[in-house]
């Protein structure tokens, strides 16, 4: 089992920068890829970026790609999300995600789950 908690969500402008974390707890960190989410109201679920196990690979929504940067501390057991240049439409909850069996970008991949962390960027 894995616990995810994230933080450092907000209200920001267009523009502005926010930096997410997720903490996690229970099992080794290393043994997962991590990645993020997001999901809009009215919408699906949809898959921000992700990180491998060794911290070497990562890849992005195209939507996001060049302003976000997804990195961890295996030390101390966090993930985080760099956003940058923010827009109207990153406005989501953003959710943290553990996923032991794959690398991979899609959503029912992902074994464990946290609560999201409300990002609001205003025009």
């Known amino acids: 089992q894995v616990q995810l908690v994230e933080s450092g969500g907000g209200l920001v402008q267009a523009g502005d920068s926010l930096r997410l974390s997720c903490a996690a707890s229970g099992r080794s960190f290393s043994r997962y890829t991590m990645g993020w989410f997001r999901q809009a109201p009215g919408k699906e679920r949809e898959f921000v970026a992700v990180?491998?196990?060794?911290?070497?690979?990562?890849s992005y929504a195209d939507s996001v790609k060049g302003r976000f940067t997804i990195s961890t501390d295996n030390a101390k057991n966090t993930v985080s999300l760099q956003m940058n240049s923010l827009k109207p439409e990153d406005t989501a909850v953003y959710y943290c995600?553990?996923?032991?069996?794959?690398?991979?970008?899609?959503?029912?991949?992902?074994?464990?789950w946290g609560q999201g962390t409300q990002v609001t960027v205003s025009s």
């Open positions: 990180i491998d196990r060794s911290g070497r690979w990562t």
């Open positions: 995600a553990a996923s032991g069996r794959i690398y991979s970008t899609v959503a029912r991949n992902y074994d464990y």
